[in-house]
Structure formats: structure tokens, C-alpha cells
């Protein structure tokens, strides 16, 4: 598989965009999840859709974000294993040199394949019409679908979200690379500076190290990954210093120059200055809502440059007619959280639904080693709202998978409600936390309780068993109450 | 508190290093012989001995370690302070001379300078972390530390509420008020809810987050009791909204790592049967919470999950303190990673094998059978861990080089001021009868929320 597969599947160079219906029952500005995902399930409904894209489908998460990040990833923790083969007694323990060429080559092979269930073909075969250029707002229910005017009933602003700029001096000049660029790289920076470290920066940080790079992480907060619980963002600081990151918190940078060939990077921490070499920088501080150019004021849309278009519970932008979902509007910037969120403004835009997003139980993860995964509330916030809660914790070390399998860093926190058995969310840092959290977020819809998660067979050993695991130290700890 | 260990600063107080691997079965078996209430009163007078021999005699500022170039640390001088009323009833040092080497320090804090330039002593009443032996001043651009300037301070309390004579008494406590009253809180929480960690004059106040619960109530504490610049009535709620009330290893807990954290406020302050909101509705207390931590770490020696030696239910006692440096090994085809001086935790981590040989006996008033038992234990298991019946920082049996268990050089004197302190409130609980009738600790508890007990005694 090569490019020619993949943009044959998400930007044909023949295609041709399709003759306009007179009017849509639904536009959707956007080709990424979620507006695939809303596409798809309006289209599955029985509505006329059109999808305007002006890149790719598939959108960020396919191009520069889930996919390919997570594929560099496999190959990194592969290298990591392999760093350790000898506790396991295999008899290599030697890490043999980075076919870098290789890695990425496996990267858009990757790619190329999960682009199929995004293609353009299978959007015409469910009757959604694809037109590929820019969308332009014209009226309240009108826009620009490239050249073609198109009306629309009602619309969905689903246009995803972009690596946030800096202002950081020098920068601009000296050049740097951002989440969708770092893929496009032809060879393994020797050093690599990663600027930020939410979960974007943290993973690139480690997969870059664990594939031979020098990398240095520098993050202005006092702990990676600021809106995690203490204890998990320092699980992930000792693993990243362990697989070698050099990792700088309180860091400030100050600038960035060129000095004889070398990227320098210039950073300050309590007041004292100093200065790293580099190859390549990565910069990772956020990302920012695509508005600009969609004409919103047009359509009436108010939109802020930071938060991206501003929407209701519903999802409902001030132009009724108009929701929006995904990275454009919403503070988890998630593929997950994209899907259904889109999902819920076609229910509430065509269906006279009355969803609201708050409702949404949203799991997220961050793939480092171990995984951090939380859903729910954070015991902050259940404390900001005055909920008691109590955290039922288990130690990944004292799960016996996580011992066989030699991933026993990390913990299952369960936090529930006290005086009830209710579960308002959970963290899990894990080898595979992101497999793990999945659990508790059937758990936590299905509505069960700590008494009854705590006589649910798991199969054994497996590590999902540390969830049972924190419900039945629940019911050690409630009087009269045991587990059958 | 994770401090970086540097050397090479100039130092000329008197100091004795012990041999690094001494021969001191014959010692561990001597004391091992002595009842337990001999053995305490050994161990707590050698400790003491720290305090006086590593001390500038000018000034009595205090030296961090007994390693050669250690300048001062405030932290410790605050240990030592407290540590004089115990050894004046302890019979080892005469009342006046003890009123004498407390005036000294507090005239030292007192005259020496106070202002925003880069080697001042101290800065609105706070002081830095660390200071030169000699010149009393701001040494390796250290920062202008509030948890360590409220250790200092709670010693100048416990000395002005000690020494109530006439005299060089009567200067102690004017002193010790005076100090007291100059401290800035209000300043140290930079128009914030809660308070700046510290403050350098290269970069103002450190953004060093406080999430979850530490060694820092006594800040919160003589914060809030302060007459002059009190941290605001909502600073301690503004901390206690990122405590986390945890079931884990069997135990209800509000958790932190290190051992110390559930040890250096509860040195001074009696938490027994006092609450404040957050342990109102849990139902506990700061004191039983330290019961639980103690528990969890018995268990997690029992569990010894990264299969270290030594560790054991009686074997315990993971916290801040030195280490073996940074590196890794693969010793008996395990890949191991061993740290320098850093704040060591359990069950969460890191744990690196390295155990503060100090901590169990630091326990005793929360469980005397315990401390008693693992310390015994680790003296006959390990003997080489004290030396002139002092123990030592840190020690890893998991990283033996020659035959030798990796041994920390010396002595820290926050582990022996810790020590005194703690075997005097488990013999009599004089500290915490000292600093109980303290207004300004009883202004400050109740300031922060605390009832019942003792405390519901005081007008």
C-alpha cells in the first residue's frame, strides 16, 4: 500500500465533486470523525447529508494524530521490550539499531489501511454526497461547498482542530515541528527537544527516546500532564526519566536560536537560565479551533479564536440551525469524544432530541508506558461540588497478570460516592489502561454499583481483574456486606 | 523536601565523619542488650549530640549534614531549638545553657539581613532554605523556603513557649514573638488562594503546585495563627479541596508517599483527637491517619513488590532522604535503577530499595511495639546502619559493592532533630505539651478548621 492508496481513499486526484441536491437535510463541515461520524449516522437515517471536506477524510486522528502516533508507538514500546529482554531471560538483550526508514513506512502502511473505513467510496455508498473544497458560510442556511452554492436544513461545524502556534521569539525562524509534521520526518533526530508536556508531547517524548533519540522535555507546569491526578502524573514522570527522557518541569522557554548548525533552545527554571542543543524541536502546548476561514458572521455563528464556536448543552451554536462537534467546540479534544459528540448534535439537529453533551461519559487516555486513563469526575471536581468521595485503589503490583506479564507500574483508582456504592469515575494507569478504562465505562453506563462489580467474574489472571479487584476492597471495607 | 545534595562550599564548624562501613556489630549488639527505655534514651541523646557538635558556635546555625562544605539548613536549626527543652528535662544540658544557645540563634534571625537581594538571610520574614555556616547568608541560590521557614518558626515558637523565666528567658520569648510577627504570610500567597512554596530573587515566587496532601499543615497552621500577616480563612480549604481520601493496601488514608510527610508536621503538633473539616467527615484524625500510613508501609515491606532486600513487615520506612546516586544495573538479570537524594515514597513509588534506617524508630508515638520491633530488627539485621549510635540517612542492601550494603556518609540533621523530638513526645510528650499552649498554634489550628480535644479545652 502506498500514498496512491491512500489518497485514492480519502482525496481522489480524479474526484470530482457531485451536482448539488437542492436542499440537505444536513451539511457537515468537516471530514474527521466527527464528521464522518455525523455524516454516517444522519445518512444512516434516511436524511440527505453532504460532507464538505477540503483536506483529507479521516481528518486529524487518521493523518497526523491517533493513527499514526499510535502506530510509532507500537514500534517504540517493541524497542523498549526488547531494551529489557534479558529480565525475561531471552538471551539478546542488545537494542539493534533504528531502521527509521522502516518505522514510518509501517506508519502509513498503517495508515493507508484504517483509511479504507474512512473513504470517500463508502460515504457514496451510503448516499452521503462528498464534495472536496473549502466551506464557506453564506447565509443562515447557506454556504460555499468550494465553488457550489449548497442549502442546508440544518449543519454541523465539525472542523476539527489545529496544533497551537507559539510566540516563543526565535522560534518561527529557527523552524520547528508540530504533531502534524513530526510523521513526515526522513530520519531520526539524534536530539530531540519537546516543547509541552500534555499527552501529545509526553507520548512523542517517549516513543522519540525509546527509538534512540536524545530527548529532552520541557514543561512550564510542575507536573506532566496537568489535568491528571498527582500521584498519576508522577507515575509518568519516573517512566519517562527511566526510559531515559530528560524531563524538565517548571521550565519556562524563553527563546530558540541557531548556533553553529544546532536548534538551541533557550529555558529558564527558578530563575536560572540555560540553554539545549538540538536537532529537531517538537512543539506540543494545545491545540487550537479551525474557525477562521469558515465565514462564520455570516451564518451568525459566535465563535472565541481559543475555545473554538460556542455552543449550548445541545451543541447548538447561536445559529439554530447550526451545531457543531468536536475539537472545534469541545475542551476534550479526543476522537472518542468527537464521535459522540457528533453523533448526539444529529439527534438533537434531526431527530428533535434534547441530548445534552454534559451527559456524555467520556473516557480518555494518554499512551505512554504505562497508559494513563481516567473517565468521570476527578476527585477535584467531585470535591469542587461538594460530593464526598473516597478512591478504592489497587496497585497494578498486586495484580498477578500485571506481574506475569512484567507491567506492574501503575494503579486502578475507583472513586466513589461515600455513603453509596455509586462509581463517579476512575483512573487507571496501566500497561493497557486504554483496554481497562473501557471496562469501567460500560461499568459506570450500565450503572453498576461497587457491590456489583465486586461479584462480576473476570476471566483470570488478566489485568482488568484489578477493577474487581478495588470493588471487592469496597465491600471488605462497607460493614455487613461481603462478596459472594 | 527533595533538596539537591551539592558539595564544596566552605565550611569550617567542627564535624566528625564516621567510617563508611564501620565495625559496629560489637556497638549493634550493645545496643540491642539495653531495655528499651536505655535503648531510647541512647539513641535520643546521640541525636541530640548532632544538633550541639554540628552547630557554628557564634551563631548556632546548624549544619544539614555532618559532611564536610554542608552549610546550614533553617529546617534543621528548627529541629534543634525544640530539641533544647528536651534536653534540658533530659538532664543533659543545664536550662541556662540551653536559654543561651537558643538566644544566640534567635539574635542570629533576628540582626541578620532581611531584604530581596540575592544573599540576604532571609526576605519578609522568611528565610532561605540554606545558609552559609559561617556568614549566616543565602548559599547555592537556594530558595526562600516556606515549608522550611515554618519549621524554623515552630521552633522559635516551641522555645518561647519553653523558656518562661527571667532574663535571657524573658529576651527568648520577646525574641521568638518579634520573629513570629514578622513572617509575611499574606505575601506568600501572592494574591492566590493557597501559598507559594517559595520565592527566589531571580525569578519571584516558585510555581511549585501543592496538590495533595504533605508534611505542609504546620505552614497552614502558623499561617493562620499569625497576628500581624495571616494567610487568608481560606488557604487551608484552598489545600485540603486536593486531598484525596484513599482505601489502599487495606487502609482508609489520606495518602502521601513519603513517610516523613506523615511525621514533620505531627512533631510539634498534638493531632491527637483534633479534626479539622476533612477529617471531621471522614471520620479520623491527622494522628490515626498517620497510624494508616504506617500500616501501608508495613505492608508494602511485607508485599516487597520490586523484590528488594531486606524489606519486610519490620523492615520499613521509605521516605525523602539520600541515595545511593543515580544509575542502573541489571543484577541478577533484573534491570534496576537506583537515585541520589530524593523524596522516596511507597506503595506509588519511587523505591529504589533505599531505606531510611532512622524512620521506624521516628514512628514510635504512634505505635511503640512497632517502631520498637523493626528497629530492633533492623539493628540485629544490619548493624553497620549506626554509627556512634547515630543512624545514618539512608542505606540499600540491594546495592552492595565489595560485599558492603550502600551506606549514606554521615548524618542529616533533620533525621536526628526528628528523632529527638519524636522518642521525647512517645517518653513524655513534652513538645506537644509545650506547643499546645502556644495562642498562636491554637490561633492557627482553630483558624484552620480544627475542633474537639484538647483544643476545645483552650479559650
Not at chain 1, 159 to 167: D, H, I, K, V
Request: glycine residues 10%.
Amino acid at each position: 500500500m502506498n500514498q496512491d492508496d491512500l489518497l485514492r481513499r480519502v482525496r481522489p486526484p480524479s474526484w470530482k465533486n457531485p451536482v448539488p441536491q437542492s436542499v440537505y437535510d444536513l451539511a457537515v463541515l468537516g471530514g474527521g470523525p466527527a464528521g464522518f461520524a455525523a455524516a454516517e449516522s444522519a445518512a444512516r437515517q434516511g436524511h440527505s447529508v453532504a460532507l464538505i471536506e477540503r483536506y483529507r477524510l479521516g481528518g486529524n486522528s487518521l493523518h497526523a494524530g491517533s493513527i499514526p502516533s499510535k502506530a510509532i508507538i507500537g514500534t517504540a514500546r517493541l524497542f523498549a521490550a526488547m531494551g529489557h529482554g534479558g529480565e525475561y531471560g531471552a538471551s539478546s538483550s542488545s537494542k539493534p539499531p533504528t531502521d527509521f526508514a522502516a518505522v514510518m513506512a509501517r506508519v502509513r502502511r498503517i495508515r493507508t489501511r484504517i483509511a479504507e473505513y474512512h473513504s470517500i467510496e463508502r460515504c457514496r455508498a451510503r448516499g452521503i454526497d462528498v464534495f472536496l473544497g473549502d466551506a464557506r458560510f453564506v447565509g443562515h442556511n447557506a454556504l460555499l461547498a468550494g465553488e457550489s452554492p449548497l442549502f442546508f436544513r440544518k449543519a454541523i461545524v465539525a472542523t476539527g482542530a489545529r496544533p497551537r502556534s507559539s510566540n516563543i521569539p526565535g522560534l518561527e525562524q529557527v523552524g520547528y515541528l508540530t504533531s502534524e509534521t513530526i510523521f513526515d520526518l526522513g530520519g531520526l533526530p539524534a536530539r530531540l527537544g519537546v516543547i509541552g508536556g500534555g499527552p501529545l508531547g509526553c507520548e512523542s517524548a517517549q516513543a522519540f527516546c525509546r527509538l534512540g533519540s536524545r530527548v529532552s522535555i520541557l514543561q512550564n507546569d510542575p507536573k506532566f500532564l496537568p489535568h491528571e491526578e498527582r500521584d498519576a502524573a508522577e507515575l509518568l514522570s519516573m517512566s519517562l526519566s527511566r526510559d531515559g527522557v530528560e524531563t524538565r518541569l517548571n521550565t519556562t522557554v524563553a527563546g530558540a536560536h541557531v548556533e553553529k548548525g544546532e536548534k538551541i533552545i533557550e529555558a529558564i527554571n527558578d530563575g536560572l537560565k540555560y540553554s539545549i542543543a538540538v536537532d529537531e524541536i517538537l512543539l506540543s502546548i494545545g491545540r487550537v479551533p479551525n474557525v477562521e476561514d469558515l465565514d462564520l458572521r455570516a451564518a451568525g455563528i459566535d465563535c472565541e479564536p481559543d475555545q473554538g464556536i460556542k455552543v449550548d448543552d445541545f451543541l447548538r451554536t447561536t445559529n439554530g440551525d447550526v451545531y457543531a462537534a468536536g475539537d472545534v467546540c469541545m475542551a476534550l479534544k479526543f476522537t472518542n469524544a468527537a464521535e459522540s459528540s457528533a453523533r448526539l448534535a444529529v439527534q438533537n439537529a434531526l431527530r428533535g432530541k434534547a441530548e445534552r453533551q454534559s451527559r456524555l461519559t467520556i473516557p480518555w487516555c494518554t499512551y505512554c508506558s504505562p497508559e494513563i486513563a481516567h473517565i468521570g469526575m476527578s476527585v477535584k471536581e467531585a470535591r469542587e461540588r461538594a460530593i464526598s468521595v473516597k478512591s478504592y485503589t489497587v496497585m497494578m503490583q498486586d495484580v498477578d497478570r500485571a506481574i506475569t506479564d512484567g507491567q506492574d507500574d501503575g494503579f486502578v483508582k475507583i472513586y466513589v460516592r461515600e455513603g453509596s456504592d455509586s462509581i463517579i469515575g476512575a483512573t487507571i494507569v496501566a500497561a493497557r489502561a486504554s483496554e481497562m478504562i473501557n471496562e469501567m465505562s460500560v461499568i459506570m453506563s450500565a450503572g453498576i454499583g461497587m457491590r456489583q462489580l465486586a461479584n462480576i467474574v473476570h476471566a483470570y489472571p488478566a489485568q482488568s481483574d484489578a477493577i474487581r479487584l478495588a470493588a471487592v476492597a469496597y465491600v471488605d471495607g462497607a460493614p455487613g456486606i461481603h462478596a459472594d | 523536601m527533595p533538596r539537591p545534595l551539592r558539595r564544596g562550599t566552605r565550611r569550617r564548624v567542627r564535624h566528625r565523619l564516621p567510617p563508611l562501613n564501620p565495625p559496629v556489630s560489637a556497638a549493634g549488639e550493645t545496643l540491642l542488650a539495653l531495655p528499651d527505655d536505655a535503648l531510647l534514651d541512647r539513641l535520643q541523646r546521640a541525636a541530640f549530640g548532632y544538633l550541639a557538635e554540628y552547630s557554628n558556635p557564634e551563631t548556632g546555625l546548624v549544619a544539614d549534614t555532618s559532611r564536610g562544605g554542608s552549610p546550614c539548613s533553617i529546617a534543621v536549626v528548627g529541629f534543634a531549638l525544640s530539641c533544647y527543652p528536651v534536653a534540658v528535662a533530659r538532664g543533659w544540658v543545664s536550662r541556662s545553657a540551653a536559654a543561651a544557645q537558643t538566644l544566640k540563634i534567635l539574635r542570629f534571625f533576628s540582626e541578620s539581613a532581611q531584604n530581596d537581594g540575592p544573599d540576604a538571610t532571609g526576605y519578609k520574614g522568611f528565610y532561605y532554605h540554606f545558609l552559609d555556616m559561617q556568614s549566616g547568608r543565602r548559599v547555592w541560590q537556594c530558595e526562600l523556603s516556606v515549608v522550611d521557614t515554618s519549621l524554623l518558626i515552630a521552633g522559635i515558637l516551641t522555645a518561647g513557649c519553653y523558656f518562661d523565666g527571667d532574663g535571657n528567658e524573658a529576651e527568648i520569648r520577646g525574641l521568638s514573638d518579634a520573629l513570629y510577627r514578622r513572617v509575611d504570610w499574606q505575601w506568600a500567597q501572592n494574591e492566590r488562594q493557597t501559598v507559594a512554596q517559595g520565592w527566589k530573587p531571580e525569578c519571584g515566587f516558585l510555581h511549585y503546585g501543592w496538590e495533595g496532601y504533605n508534611e505542609a499543615t504546620i505552614v497552614f497552621v502558623l499561617g493562620l495563627g499569625s497576628p500581624t500577616h495571616p494567610l487568608s480563612a481560606a488557604s487551608f480549604a484552598g489545600w485540603t479541596s486536593t486531598y484525596q481520601w484513599e482505601n489502599l493496601l487495606g487502609q482508609d488514608v489520606l495518602y502521601s508517599g513519603p513517610l516523613f510527610t506523615h511525621l514533620f508536621s505531627h512533631a510539634w503538633l498534638d493531632y491527637r483527637d483534633i479534626r479539622d473539616v476533612f477529617m471531621r467527615e471522614k471520620d479520623s484524625d491527622y494522628f490515626d491517619n498517620t497510624r494508616s500510613a504506617i500500616a501501608i508501609h508495613r505492608e508494602y515491606g511485607a508485599r516487597n513488590p520490586r523484590g528488594y532486600e531486606g524489606y519486610d513487615r519490620n523492615l520499613w520506612g521509605i521516605t525523602a532522604g539520600d541515595g545511593p546516586g543515580n544509575r542502573e544495573l541489571r543484577q541478577s538479570s533484573r534491570d534496576r535503577r537506583y537515585f541520589g537524594y530524593m523524596s522516596r515514597g511507597a506503595p506509588y513509588g519511587p523505591d529504589d530499595g533505599t531505606i531510611a534506617p532512622w524512620a521506624m524508630l521516628a514512628t514510635l508515638p504512634f505505635g511503640a511495639d512497632i517502631a520498637l520491633r523493626g528497629t530492633r530488627h533492623l539493628l540485629r539485621t544490619y548493624p553497620q546502619i549506626c554509627s556512634n549510635d547515630r543512624f545514618c540517612s539512608g542505606f540499600n542492601p540491594s546495592l552492595a559493592e565489595h560485599g558492603n550494603a550502600w551506606l549514606s556518609e554521615g548524618w542529616y540533621g533533620l533525621d536526628q532533630g526528628l528523632l529527638v523530638m519524636m522518642i521525647e513526645n512517645y517518653r513524655s510528650g513534652l513538645i506537644w505539651e509545650i506547643t499546645r499552649d502556644s495562642t498562636w498554634i491554637q490561633a492557627g489550628l482553630k483558624g484552620a478548621g480544627f475542633e474537639g480535644g484538647w483544643l476545645s479545652r483552650c479559650r
